[in-house]
């Protein structure tokens, strides 16, 4: 699909559409938030369209930068937060490497080993990962059968080392807030869909902050506007 065409028969120039897109996955607002701060610079489109626009070029977003992120580390830390969902609460597996760069993360419904050896092996394939020296985790009883699952089958190496220490995730137990803060201006989510999607963008945004994508230094707000423009051929 050609960059021109993602924006076929939309109402809006791509420019103001990927803007929006910005305001809400980067900041901690609401769609009506982003309604509000369109209005105040002329242009006049519902919160409901913002959130269509929201669902549709997240993945796109996602899918384009990807191919930029930098390699992470062999020191992973791997916990679980929680995410509610029409009113039920979900799990939110994370994982960051030891200088606090995003590795990956899933949703699930459950809490248990076959849920984190799934988490385990989409993060083994995410582009930007290497295998793990170490991967730390907290008393979780759920971790050491997925990770004995995985080295059993050659997804982890056998020198890999399981590591239950508490006190050791405080990095990416900090690092959940980044994420969770976004959530709580929209009130939860609706379905399990589009929480996966907006989860996915907060993501993107999260680790183009954190300077993970080549050519990024991290907070440069310009750098990451510039970056989303190369991406979607906006700009030459």
């Known amino acids: 699909m050609s960059d ?3 924006f076929k028969w939309r109402h809006f120039e791509a420019d103001i559409i990927l803007c929006a897109v910005q305001w809400y996955l980067r900041y ?3 769609y009506r938030d982003v309604e509000a701060l ?3 610079r002329g242009v006049w489109v519902d919160h409901t369209t913002i959130f269509r626009w929201v669902q549709r070029y997240t993945p796109e977003l996602d899918k384009r930068c990807q191919p930029q992120l930098k390699a992470g580390h062999d020191s ?3 916990d679980e937060t929680y995410i509610k969902i ?3 609460c979900h799990n939110l597996y994370r994982a960051v490497d030891s200088r606090g760069a995003t590795l990956d993360f899933m949703l699930s419904a459950m809490r248990d080993a076959d849920a984190a050896e799934r988490f385990f092996r989409k993060m083994l394939r995410a582009t930007h990962t290497i295998q793990p020296r170490v991967i730390t985790v907290d008393k979780n009883a759920a971790y050491p059968p997925a990770f004995e699952a995985l080295q059993q089958d050659g997804a982890l190496s056998e020198t890999c080392m399981l590591r239950q220490c508490k006190y050791l995730n405080n990095m990416i137990e900090q690092d959940h807030r980044a994420i969770k803060r976004r959530v709580n201006p929209g009130m939860g989510f609706g379905s399990v869909s589009t929480a996966q ?3 996915q963008g ?3 945004m999260h680790m183009m902050h954190n300077g993970q994508l080549n050519g990024v230094a991290k907070g440069d707000v310009f750098a990451q506007n510039r970056i989303i423009d190369l991406l979607f051929g ?3």
């Open 4 to 6: 021109l065409s993602l």
């Open 28 to 30: 901690t607002l609401s």
């Open 38 to 40: 369109l209005r105040e």
């Open 76 to 78: 992973y830390r791997v």
């Open 86 to 88: 029409k009113k039920y």
């Open 197 to 199: 999607l907006a989860l």
């Open 202 to 204: 907060y993501q993107v």
């Open 234 to 236: 906006l700009v030459a």
